[in-house]
């Protein structure tokens, strides 16, 4: 068995990653990393995930901080002492940080955008989950803003967009294409005969919105929908296949 293997963006300072779907123990449409728990894989395949990820990510287990997500915009605090078993999700959000030494935030996805922040000055990070709706509710710029709230400023953060359906596969209707058209500007809608989304750039320009400069947000070119070797896709597999945990450690 291989271990699982992360994409990484060069610009964070601290460990972190966005897991492919390589080195888990999941099998048929979940094969192999599967990491969600709601999807229709068996559980003690998906627990054995998480200790794997754990152990190649150089991270405790118990120290791992996740949510329910529900395609909003609220942000939580992660807190609290960990022993050796997953932990249950915080509640419901769609972005998570901490300022809590050996503990780690992660989000899942599976063509959604996950979006890593770090605040090397105040020792703070940040894992977002953004799907369409929570691109258009701007949930990046919530997370930035929760962060600022405890004393962090937007021009020391770093962010990685990672791994997610990008718009060479992301079609949408003309009125969604219009409503972010008209919130991001022309550039993130590729025309053609159907609109197609550029979700990564939507959050970028949320980010910048929010007061980073754009040397300060790393996008990762790699399409979920494009590349079944390495991702599931929720929209290429029809909703049947898993979910990458993409997650980043508070270790300055
Ligand atoms: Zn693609």
Same mark, same amino acid.
């Given at each position: 068995?291989?271990?699982?293997?992360?994409?990484?963006?060069?610009?964070?300072?601290?460990?972190?990653?966005?897991?492919?779907?390589?080195?888990?123990?999941?099998?048929?449409?979940?094969?192999?990393?599967?990491?969600?728990?709601?999807?229709?894989?068996?559980?003690?395949?998906?627990?054995?995930?998480?200790?794997?990820?754990?152990?190649?990510?150089?991270?405790?287990?118990?120290?791992?901080?996740?949510?329910?997500?529900?395609?909003?915009?609220?942000? !939580? $605090? @992660? %807190? #609290?002492?960990?022993? +050796?078993? =997953?932990?249950?999700?915080? *509640?419901?959000?769609?972005?998570?940080?901490?300022?809590?030494?050996?503990?780690?935030?992660?989000?899942?996805?599976?063509?959604?955008?996950?979006?890593?922040?770090?605040?090397?000055?105040?020792?703070?990070?940040?894992?977002?989950?953004?799907?369409?709706?929570?691109?258009?509710?701007?949930?990046?710029?919530?997370?930035?803003?929760? !962060? $600022? @709230? %405890? #004393?962090?400023?937007? +021009?020391? =953060?770093?962010?990685?967009? *990672?791994?997610?359906?990008?718009?060479?596969?992301?079609?949408?209707?003309?009125?969604?294409?219009?409503?972010?058209?008209?919130?991001?500007?022309?550039?993130?809608?590729?025309?053609?005969?159907?609109?197609?989304?550029?979700?990564?750039?939507?959050?970028?320009?949320?980010?910048?919105?929010?007061?980073?400069?754009?040397?300060?947000?790393?996008?990762?070119?790699?399409?979920?929908?494009?590349?079944?070797?390495?991702?599931?896709?929720?929209?290429?597999?029809?909703?049947?296949?898993?979910?990458?945990?993409?997650?980043?450690?508070?270790?300055?």
């Amino acid at each position: 068995m291989s271990t699982p293997q992360f994409l990484t963006s060069a610009l964070l300072p601290v460990p972190h990653g966005f897991a492919t779907r390589a080195g888990g123990v999941s099998e048929g449409p979940y094969a192999s990393l599967n990491l969600g728990f709601s999807v229709g894989d068996e559980r003690p395949r998906v627990e054995e995930n998480h200790r794997l990820l754990a152990r190649a990510a150089g991270a405790r287990l118990g120290a791992l901080c996740r949510v329910s997500q529900v395609h909003g915009d609220v942000v !939580l $605090e @992660a %807190r #609290g002492e960990a022993d +050796e078993v =997953l932990r249950p999700t915080l *509640g419901e959000a769609d972005a998570l940080w901490t300022e809590g030494e050996g503990s780690w935030v992660a989000v899942g996805t599976a063509d959604c955008v996950p979006v890593l922040i770090v605040d090397p000055r105040g020792r703070r990070v940040a894992a977002v989950h953004s799907g369409w709706k929570g691109t258009d509710l701007e949930i990046s710029a919530r997370a930035v803003e929760a !962060l $600022e @709230a %405890r #004393g962090s400023r937007p +021009e020391d =953060l770093l962010a990685a967009v *990672g791994p997610c359906i990008q718009a060479c596969c992301y079609e949408v209707s003309a009125e969604l294409g219009d409503r972010f058209r008209a919130r991001f500007g022309p550039d993130v809608v590729r025309a053609g005969e159907k609109p197609h989304l550029d979700l990564p750039l939507a959050v970028k320009s949320s980010l910048v919105k929010a007061g980073l400069k754009s040397g300060q947000v790393d996008v990762l070119q790699a399409c979920t929908a494009c590349d079944r070797e390495r991702f599931f896709s929720h929209r290429r597999d029809a909703g049947r296949t898993g979910r990458h945990l993409n997650f980043v450690l508070h270790r300055f």
